[in-house]
């Protein structure tokens, strides 16, 4: 019974996230510890791996509709590829309830910076791209890390920057699944490297992820209403946020 209300919860995740490009692991990680599997072990490389393959196959409704900025996003998403695994080689080193501390601070602060920017038009002008690529190297390599150690593929730090340097909201959500699936591989590989894996988890959650990021990218980059897609998130991520700080106190 367990199992299939862990591939429910992360299809309906994937269709979600996917929607703005973030893969999801803000849902995928707590879920699993929830369900009772290792944190260190189990929930941040699955969180990764499911982030990676959430991004990934939504870029190719966003590419269909030409919603990437390929050029722009490449310093970015490099940046991110390199530092990545430094963070998921300093997980082992973070006791599990200082990483859940570091996550719940994560997802408060994406919710709010989500809250903030649903209240803006969207933007006319867009950053030359010499200053999106230099601002992109260095917010990729924080995402990145933050990524590759919290399992969560950085997302939730590279969307709001590049509706800041001026991306419409769907064409930040098309770029942010370009760079975190970069991260996201990128961080899964290096827990991969201490030999964590379970098959019969991996395989349901596959699945539910290459279903629901399908449809959610397909309606993100042809239906949805942005400011209406960010406003949902961000209530998504502040109950995610106050479950992990509720679980941390009571702990």
């Given at each position: 019974m367990l199992y299939p209300l862990i591939f429910a919860i992360i299809f309906?995740?994937?269709?979600?996230?996917?929607?703005?490009?973030?893969?999801?692991?803000?849902?995928?990680?707590?879920?699993?510890?929830?369900?009772?599997?290792?944190?260190?072990?189990?929930?941040?490389?699955l969180g990764l791996l499911l982030n990676g393959l959430n991004t990934l196959l939504a870029l190719i409704p966003f590419a269909r509709k030409k919603l990437v900025d390929w050029k722009g996003g490449s310093a970015m998403a490099i940046a991110a590829l390199v530092c990545a695994p430094i963070g998921a080689y300093t997980a082992q080193f973070v006791p599990v309830k200082q990483l859940l501390i570091l996550f719940s601070i994560a997802v408060l602060v994406a919710a709010f910076r989500m809250l903030l920017f649903s209240r803006n038009p969207e933007p006319e002008a867009m950053m030359s791209l010499a200053k999106r690529s230099a601002i992109g190297a260095g917010v990729g390599a924080l995402a990145g890390f933050a990524g590759g150690l919290l399992g969560i593929g950085g997302g939730f730090i590279i969307a709001p920057i590049l509706m800041w340097m001026g991306y419409k909201t769907k064409k930040a959500a098309a770029t942010t699944a370009y760079v975190v699936t970069f991260s996201s591989f990128s961080g899964y590989l290096?827990?991969?490297?201490?030999?964590?894996?379970?098959?019969?988890?991996?395989?349901?959650?596959?699945?539910?992820?290459?279903?629901?990021?399908?449809?959610?990218?397909?309606?993100?980059?042809?239906?949805?209403?942005?400011?209406?897609?960010?406003?949902?998130?961000?209530?998504?991520?502040?109950?995610?946020?106050?479950?992990?700080?509720?679980?941390?106190?009571?702990?």
């Open positions: 309906i995740a994937s269709f979600l996230f996917a929607m703005l490009g973030l893969g999801g692991g803000m849902v995928y990680v707590p879920v699993l510890k929830w369900a009772g599997f290792s944190v260190k072990e189990v929930a941040i490389p290096g827990h991969m490297a201490e030999g964590h894996f379970n098959w019969p988890l991996t395989i349901g959650v596959v699945i539910a992820v290459i279903a629901g990021s399908q449809l959610g990218g397909s309606f993100m980059s042809t239906k949805a209403n942005p400011k209406w897609v960010k406003r949902i998130y961000a209530v998504v991520l502040l109950a995610i946020a106050i479950k992990l700080i509720w679980g941390v106190i009571a702990s």
